[in-house]
């Protein structure tokens, strides 16, 4: 078993996520090396010891493609058919992902995409807390092995990351309006407020918090969304269709000076707000499933993607190889509340499950 500090990952693009990402891995220990297709980029990440060098070796067990969604593909397929190392997986941080998965046929690629950022730009913008508490989304299929998915599960954990597992399809119609609808409307609302400041200077000088709360991913880098919006432009527009008749419904109910239903719908939005999801993955309490799974394509997605659909975090995951004539064991740890939810979603599929409570 090689060691933490012996552990090789590589990462190629340098910007913001990647070079976050390079050192968030140096920070747990690992030896990492990048690529970045700006010379000057690579020269700063070496000085900085952001990376060690540019070179891939042998023993490299995680390669990491942060670019551009439209050029992942290349990168990838690059990578996996020139790299030696045994152990290799090769994942990505794109905010797409079935045109990504469907294009990449090899067991050792994963999907994956953080749902994490920042206004700042580039390596300058880095930090090795960035993953701390983001939700990070992995899009197994049903040729992955399990012991690549746990392996990466644990790596991203490690980055104090919640790592959720979706098929790419419902990643890319969720994320939609989780991300790609929302930082258009902040665009929208930000190039708005700047033609009126035209005319109006004051205009600027009264944004409070909550306009640049709703402005804020406004700021980042405009180079990543292009290709993000295009290959997902049939849910993006289903979104920016629905939110635009709610403004429309809002513009209806101000004119006609409907107070019960500008309040009706003011309500919805603000208890639906109070009910999202905290970003604490912190638990005193965990109880360690055993769910015996039979030897065959699809299983472990269909396990992780079930806790993924009843907002089960999963803490950690590991694989027991089955031996000849036994099925193989997922053992994972999930929140002690949740256990009943999720223990009985497994029963109805048909997998037995044991647990074993644990402090």
Excluded at 56 to 67: G, P, R, Y
Excluded at 157 to 169: E, I, K, Q, S, Y
Excluded at 240 to 265: C, F, K, N, T
Aim: some cysteine; proline content about 4%; hydrophobic content about 45%.
């Amino acid at each position: 078993m090689t060691s933490p500090s012996e552990r090789h990952a590589h990462v190629v693009g340098l910007g913001l996520i990647g070079g976050s990402l390079a050192l968030a891995l140096n920070a747990r220990g690992w030896r990492v090396s990048g690529s970045d297709a700006n010379v000057d980029t690579v020269t700063r990440a070496i000085a900085q010891d952001i990376i060690t060098g540019t070179d891939m070796s042998d023993d490299t067990e995680l390669v990491v493609i942060a670019v551009p969604a439209g050029v992942v593909v290349d990168q990838a397929l690059n990578i996996l058919a020139t790299s030696n190392s045994p152990r290799l997986l090769v994942t990505d941080v794109a905010g797409i992902k079935g045109s990504i998965v469907d294009a990449i046929d090899d067991l050792r690629f994963i999907g994956g995409h953080p749902m994490a950022g920042s206004e700042q730009r580039g390596l300058d913008g880095s930090r090795a807390d960035l993953f701390n508490g983001c939700t990070w989304v992995l899009t197994p299929t049903g040729t992955t092995r399990p012991e690549d998915y746990s392996r990466l599960h644990s790596i991203l954990r490690d980055l104090d990351a919640n790592v959720v597992a979706l098929d790419h399809d419902t990643h890319d119609r969720l994320v939609a309006m989780a991300s790609h609808v929302p930082h258009l409307v902040a665009g929208a609302l930000m190039n708005e407020a700047s033609v009126v400041a035209e005319s109006d200077g004051a205009l600027l000088q009264l944004a409070a918090g909550g306009f640049r709360d709703m402005t804020r991913v406004s700021a980042g880098d405009p180079v990543i969304w292009p290709d993000v919006l295009f290959q997902n432009s049939a849910a993006v527009t289903t979104g920016l269709r629905a939110l635009r008749a709610r403004l429309e419904h809002l513009e209806v109910l101000i004119s006609q000076q409907d107070r019960e239903g500008l309040m009706d719908d003011l309500r919805t939005a603000s208890h639906a707000r109070r009910e999202l999801p905290g970003r604490s993955i912190a638990s005193a309490d965990l109880a360690f499933i055993r769910v015996p799974v039979p030897d065959r394509p699809g299983v472990l997605a269909d396990v992780t993607m079930t806790a993924s659909d009843l907002n089960v975090n999963i803490f950690d995951i590991e694989i027991s190889h089955s031996v000849e004539g036994q099925p193989g064991v997922i053992l994972m740890a999930i929140e002690e509340s949740l256990v009943e939810r999720f223990v009985s979603a497994l029963e109805s599929s048909g997998y037995r499950v044991s647990r074993d409570l644990k402090s």
